[in-house]
């Protein structure tokens, strides 16, 4: 692939996943031929009913599950397929994962945590560690342990560690599940912001609010896209 094609290359393209997952007897398929591709400048909401297929997507995307079949790329890159350690340095370098069971580290602080992300890209962001607490409006809260935070706060700090290094593409489930109105609203804001500085932006939500504001809704039914509308 030539520099042309890779700088003109979508912030995510995803082709025919599949994934499924055997129990026994049982088999479920998770994700059923599923491409999606989310262009620079772009948020897409992923909708659907729980058991549709969303977070296995998402971890797909975001190299944390290996689809059985079907590519991902990120930025041009493919990033499925790939030995463990080259996905790990991708998803430092390009993704900013945001997923339900949290990324904090609970023996260390929120500044802390965003330090040791910056840690595995370094140089990847100039931006000072308090103007990205600040941005999630955790600016007061960077010394405090994931503990002591509530579950709004730990969202957002989730985030902050998301956003470390300044990501091609932000991958988020549920980021605003557990806040607030005018908080949800901040978040929502910070990640239009993402939209708008090129980087490419996809959440799986439930939230009208988050869904109002994105470029695009897809919408996952049994492991399938039934719906992709602008
Ligand atoms: P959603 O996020 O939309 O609720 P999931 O991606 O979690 O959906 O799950 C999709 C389907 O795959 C469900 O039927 C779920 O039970 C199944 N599934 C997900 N993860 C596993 C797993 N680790 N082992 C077995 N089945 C799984």
Known sequence: MNATTVSDAAALD????????RAGEE?????????????RGETV????????????????LAGLDEPAGGSVHIGGERISHRPESE???LRAHRIGVVTQSGNLIAH????????LARGAAPGKSKQPVGELLEQ??????????????????????????????????LLADEPTGELDG??????????RSRADASR????????????????????????RIRDDQR
Do not use: M, W
């Open 14 to 21: 995803a082709r025919d996943l599949y994934r499924f997952f």
């Open 27 to 39: 088999e479920t398929l998770a994700l059923r031929g599923v491409s999606l591709r989310v262009r």
């Open 45 to 60: 909401a992923v909708v659907g009913p729980s058991g549709s297929g969303k977070s296995t997507l998402l971890a797909c």
């Open 87 to 89: 996905r790990a340095r």
């Open 108 to 115: 260390l602080t929120v500044v802390e945590n965003v330090r």
């Open 136 to 169: 999630v409006g955790l600016g007061h809260r960077g010394h405090a342990l994931p503990r002591e935070l509530s579950g709004g706060e730990l969202a957002r700090a989730g985030l902050a560690v998301a956003l470390a290094n300044d990501p091609d593409v």
């Open 182 to 191: 005018s908080t949800e609203q901040r978040v929502l804001d910070l990640l």
């Open 200 to 223: 490419g932006v996809l959440l799986v939500t439930h939230s009208a609010e988050a869904v109002r504001i994105a470029d695009r809704v897809v919408a996952l039914h049994d492991g």
